[in-house]
């Protein structure tokens, strides 16, 4: 038997906590998500949640938007940058508000909050569904990378169609930097990238650019 040793285990998430953005399961998730913290806590250090692709509930301007993003992605050299971000971003955060959307920021926010995540609307990661953290495990640093691989996705059947966007890309490099290239011992031990979907799901310049970058 191995023994797995106090405050050594990061849980990861990898979305589609919830079935076709239907908010009514979030007070039943957050129920699993607390039974489980109760049973692990001592062994878990933190937790990190990316959003699948039914996580959302899609609004009447996200079904308008998404077919015309994927006609901008595969005509015009990176549409998706930090103009888009600032510019459209808010209609995907609908798609996971309580008001129009699924629930889902209020289910993650709650299920940080359990594992004892502090500073929340302060972490990008959590409010933009998509960053960069390091966290110490046993005395070494590792770096989770998180990906929205699922924001414009429309349904079961977008494989090669999916976007990341630049301006995730840019915005994860920036963090990475920031982060790591700061650290002033021996650096991070390991990077593992976090995504609902295989890199092989996106548009193929997409898929081109991000590993590109890794």
Request: hydrophobic share 35%.
């Amino acid at each position: 038997i191995v023994m797995v040793p106090d405050n050594s285990v990061v849980i990861t998430v990898t979305g589609d906590i919830l079935h076709k953005g239907d908010k009514k399961a979030v007070p039943v998730a957050v129920k699993f998500f607390g039974d489980l913290y109760r049973i692990v806590k001592e062994k878990v250090v933190t937790i990190y949640i990316v959003p699948g692709n039914h996580d959302k509930y899609r609004t009447e301007e996200n079904k308008f938007l998404i077919p015309a993003y994927r006609t901008m992605g595969m005509n015009v050299e990176d549409k998706f940058n930090k103009e888009f971000f600032s510019t459209f971003w808010k209609y995907q955060d609908e798609t996971y508000s309580v008001e129009k959307g699924s629930g889902y920021f209020e289910l993650t926010n709650k299920v940080y909050e359990i594992f004892g995540v502090t500073n929340i609307q302060k972490r990008t990661y959590i409010k933009d569904t998509f960053g960069v953290d390091v966290v110490e495990v046993l005395e070494k640093k590792y770096c989770f990378v998180m990906l929205n691989t699922a924001w414009s996705c429309i349904d079961e059947t977008d494989t090669r169609q999916l976007i990341l966007g630049k301006f995730q890309i840019d915005e994860i490099k920036r963090q990475y930097h920031d982060l790591v290239d700061n650290l002033s011992d021996n650096g991070v031990e390991l990077t593992l990238v976090l995504g609902h979907h295989p890199i092989g799901a996106l548009l193929g310049k997409e898929e081109d650019s991000i590993f590109s970058e890794m």
